[in-house]
């Protein structure tokens, strides 16, 4: 069986349409626009200007880690992603060494500098 595969001078339509202005449907948006005239993103809240949580997002509050592979997948998407994080306010951590990993019934994990470091941002 054999597959086409869309090119940027042969769209496969003129508009998509993306449910969700979270980072899954931005991320889905953006890889999107490669293929589209147009993408559009509906979202059931107002988006704000700022960085802010929103109504339909519950978990917006909770802090948050990205983790290296992600941050990598986000960069080719969105070059200087990781800049802007860390100028939002996101602080640079090493995973195996900031994080305290505790799994019942098992010792706690001891601390390993990786040779990475990735993000994590603080709830509002």
């Not at 086409?4 to 339509?13: C, D, F, H, I, T």
């Not at 949580?53 to 997948?73: I, M, N, Y």
């Not at 305290?100 to 019934?105: D, H, K, M, R, T």
């Amino acid at each position: 069986m054999k597959r086409a595969v869309a090119s940027k001078n042969s769209y496969l339509g003129k508009r998509a349409i993306v449910v969700g202005a979270g980072l899954g449907g931005l991320s889905a948006a953006r890889a999107l626009s490669d293929y589209f005239g147009e993408v559009m993103i509906l979202d059931r809240d107002e988006l704000p200007d700022d960085a802010i949580p929103r109504p339909g997002v519950p978990q917006g509050r909770h802090p948050h880690g990205l983790l290296g592979g992600g941050l990598k997948a986000l960069e080719n998407l969105f070059p200087g992603f990781g800049n802007e994080l860390l100028r939002a306010g996101a602080e640079p951590i090493n995973p195996g060494f900031d994080v305290l990993n505790e799994v019942p019934g098992q010792d706690v994990w001891p601390k390993i500098k990786f040779s990475w470091s990735t993000t994590r941002c603080r709830g509002r």
